[in-house]
């Protein structure tokens, strides 16, 4: 079987290098999580500060690059046509793969001040925020492979044929690249400072990248259940104006308790209690594809895949991040392990398992085959699970953690000190530690997937390029 467009090869390098991240971020993930526990666990040699860093950066890095590779894929197939240059998007690999290794090993073999003083960062001050470590000379670099990136897709898209999903994307990741401009901005003052921190941070997962979900799980469904193009792109408005209106202005519940003016607290907890909305369309919308296929698709975990991200979305994003989005709520849950427990199931359910669905459905066409043998399927759907249960295992634990704070440390008539409190709910801690092997060994079992040798599958499906747009993909009898 070979691709329609030579061009989507280049995907195969950024797949392949974000799931190599992933593996880095989920072991120094263990690291830090062992380190709430035994607190002298690799130091000096790896201190928490750095290991936590590493552990969230390799988690961007990764993101950006399953992204990037989604694009590289999806975009030849919407449009038509082959990628503007293709050798412009395998020299960007390139340039953001070494960029992210070297900042990746200047965490780990330098002290930050020393990383900050050999990279110029007294000239052009950008270092030393949460999510944003990476030196001056790194964030340059990130603009412009952003901006190689975006030329590249938006040419292809201008010069081929137009859909609603490849403007969408298109949107997301020109929002992407323009919210990333606001880590440039670092002023000294720490109220405007945070104000403007998040017009990165939340902008991104809160904003813009949800455009990107959406666009790729529009893709994936409309080619694994051949349901009309047209259906999609209704759902797909909807979704992405309620994700837009609600996450822009929800960026005020990050402005309760920094100092910004009061008002916040009523637009922040009104726009934010409904930003469940926009997550839970999106799981009606995949279970409503599915149910409306017209066709058997070959690639049943990629299928999996897709609803288990509109599920997992909805409850990480959407139902975990209304628990504590109200100010009144906000006021003793700010900053404390519920939090914690809201950051990893929405990353996992929205962003992770959006990657993951894609390269589980694009892969197995990059390598010449309509996918993978079902052997291999069982062993990545074992993955999904293995995965799954234990990122919700590890979300409840932190909860039940960050409940148990809350109480003792904030609540209470006679609230105790920070670290009383952490001995105390170090059980919960040992658990999340032990659901994280678990999640390794389900990470492991996926990668091992495309490994494994087998018939192929029996489904028949219509060439590459015709899925999903009409009765031409739709299998006899089903």
């Not at 999580?33 to 950066?57: K, S, W």
Request: glycine content about 8%; overall charge neutral.
């Amino acid at each position: 079987m070979t691709l329609k467009y030579p061009s989507q090869a280049v995907a195969t390098p950024y797949f392949i290098a974000a799931i190599g991240l992933f593996v880095a971020q989920i072991l120094f993930g263990l690291i830090i999580g062992l380190q709430y526990v035994v607190g002298d666990f690799l130091f000096p040699e790896i201190p928490f500060n750095v290991a936590r860093m590493v552990h969230t950066n390799t988690l961007i890095v990764w993101l950006l690059m399953g992204f990037m590779g989604a694009a590289y894929y999806l975009i030849p197939e919407e449009a038509e046509t082959d990628l503007h240059m293709p050798w412009l998007a395998t020299l960007m690999f390139w340039v953001f793969l070494v960029a992210a290794a070297l900042t990746v090993l200047g965490y780990l073999l330098v002290p930050y001040a020393t990383l900050a003083e050999m990279t110029g960062n007294d000239l052009f001050p950008t270092m030393g925020r949460e999510f944003l470590e990476q030196p001056t000379i790194t964030k340059i670099g990130i603009v412009i492979v952003a901006l190689a990136f975006i030329y590249n897709i938006g040419m292809t898209v201008l010069k081929g044929r137009k859909t609603v999903v490849s403007l969408v994307l298109l949107v997301g990741l020109v929002g992407l690249a323009v919210f990333f401009l606001f880590s440039f901005f670092n002023p000294l003052n720490l109220v405007q400072d945070k104000f403007w921190w998040w017009w990165t941070i939340h902008l991104w997962v809160e904003g813009v990248w949800e455009l990107i979900l959406g666009a790729i799980l529009a893709f994936v469904l409309i080619k694994v259940t051949g349901v009309d193009r047209e259906i999609v792109e209704k759902w797909l408005y909807v979704i992405i104006a309620m994700a837009l209106i609600t996450g822009l202005i929800g960026t005020g519940h990050h402005y309760y308790w920094i100092g910004a003016p009061e008002y916040w607290q009523w637009w922040g907890s009104v726009f934010s209690a409904l930003e469940p909305i926009p997550f839970f369309m999106m799981a009606v919308f995949a279970f409503n594809m599915v149910n409306r296929r017209r066709r058997n698709h070959p690639n049943k975990a990629a299928t999996l895949w897709a609803l288990g991200c509109a599920v997992m979305a909805f409850l990480g994003a959407g139902v975990w991040g209304f628990l504590h989005t109200l100010s009144p709520v906000n006021y003793y849950t700010h900053g404390t392990q519920i939090t914690a427990a809201h950051g990893h199931m929405a990353f996992y359910g929205a962003y992770v398992m959006i990657n993951l669905a894609i390269i589980s459905y694009a892969m197995p066409i990059l390598r010449g085959r309509e996918a993978n043998g079902e052997k291999a399927q069982v062993l990545e759907m074992w993955s999904f699970w293995l995965m799954t249960v234990s990122m919700v295992f590890i979300t409840l634990f932190l909860t039940a953690a960050g409940i148990l704070q809350v109480y003792l440390q904030r609540y209470s008539d006679n609230p105790q000190s920070f670290m009383v409190v952490q001995d105390k709910i170090e059980l919960f801690y040992w658990m999340r530690f032990f659901a994280g092997v678990v999640f390794l060994g389900g990470l492991v079992a996926y990668i091992w997937s495309f490994f494994v040798p087998g018939e192929k599958t029996a489904a028949q499906m219509a060439p590459v390029g015709q899925a999903g747009e009409g009765g031409s993909a739709v299998t006899p009898g089903v």
